[in-house]
């Protein structure tokens, strides 16, 4: 399938999802002002054949109302769900709009992601094949190097603009984390391993905000937020687990979490706006960060 071909199924994709309904007829004008068009409207038959190589390829159903013949996105399709193919969708719908943006580049700036560029393709393609990779890492914490790392890769995360893989750590037979941006010399092997029958990469990282996943309990975790911070979260939640209940002048949002330096290190930079309730340990944990932070300020 040529590249042009997935941007215009693309291109269908996200503009419907983006009207939530929309006509034949409006689609028809839309896609005439795009950049696949040159022009010209789009064929019936043509738009027919689009969208049954749409559910074929991405498992979404575009369905038509046979009352007001508009056309939306079918509610057992992939349309919101927070998993990579809407990742995926997404990231190539911002592709196809920054496309068509090139005339206003310099006006146009978007997040650096550099751990994609070297070392993604080979990890999706060991993951993909379940081979092992070996690799050089590069830890923050050291001055030298870990040379001739090996791991069975089970998933990825992105994450602060970061990729990490987690996997088993085939010498020390316990599974970590790793960042891609810091490995170098990574290379696939040809061997072949096979996942724990009982490990689930979901349930795995599930109750963890960020990238340390097997640190501790899971708490109900309850914070305080303004008003203001309360639309934030409403409109990007912090987990999945979120849940609000509005008080007068404030709400109280609720997750399922591990106290993981992570979650700390995002409740402090949320700053007055937030304040956490529950539990005892957390709150103790930022305070402890904030009053490191002040005391750095009042030397």
């Known amino acids: 399938m040529s590249r042009d071909l997935f941007c215009k199924y693309i291109w269908i994709i996200d503009t419907i999802r983006r009207h939530g309904r929309i006509s034949r007829r409006e689609l028809d004008a839309l896609w005439r002002r795009s950049s696949y068009s040159q022009g010209e409207g789009l064929p019936r038959r043509t738009f027919y054949n689009y969208r049954t190589a749409i559910e074929q390829l991405f498992g979404i159903t575009i369905m038509c109302d046979p009352v007001t013949f508009e056309y939306y996105i079918g509610d057992q399709s992939i349309a919101g769900g927070g998993n990579v ?75 602060r603009q970061r990729w990490y893989v987690t996997g088993r750590n085939i010498r020390q037979n316990v599974i970590k984390t790793y960042a891609l941006d810091r490995m170098s010399n990574l290379s696939v092997q040809s061997e072949v391993f096979e996942m724990p029958v009982d490990f689930s990469p ?98």
């Open 202 to 299: 979901a349930v795995y990282a599930r109750d963890s905000f960020g990238i340390i996943f097997n640190q501790g309990n899971t708490y109900q975790v309850s914070l305080k937020c303004d008003p203001r911070r309360a639309k934030y979260l409403r409109a990007l939640p912090l987990h999945h687990s979120q849940n609000e209940m509005v008080g007068d002048g404030y709400s109280v949002f609720t997750y399922r979490l591990k106290l993981t330096p992570d979650l700390v290190q995002e409740l402090v930079s949320l700053g007055p706006s937030v304040t956490v309730l529950s539990p005892p340990e957390l709150k103790a944990m930022v305070v402890k960060e904030l009053t490191a932070t002040l005391a750095n300020y009042n030397q």
């Open 85 to 159: 193919t809407d990742w995926m969708l997404n990231s190539a719908a911002i592709n196809n709009s920054l496309a068509d943006a090139s005339a206003i580049a310099d006006r146009i700036f978007v997040e650096d992601v550099p751990s994609a560029r070297e070392h993604l393709a080979s990890v999706i393609t060991a993951l993909k094949e379940y081979h092992p990779i070996v690799f050089t890492y590069h830890p923050y914490t050291r001055s030298t190097p870990n040379t001739g790392v090996a791991i069975e890769p089970y998933f990825l995360k992105i994450f």
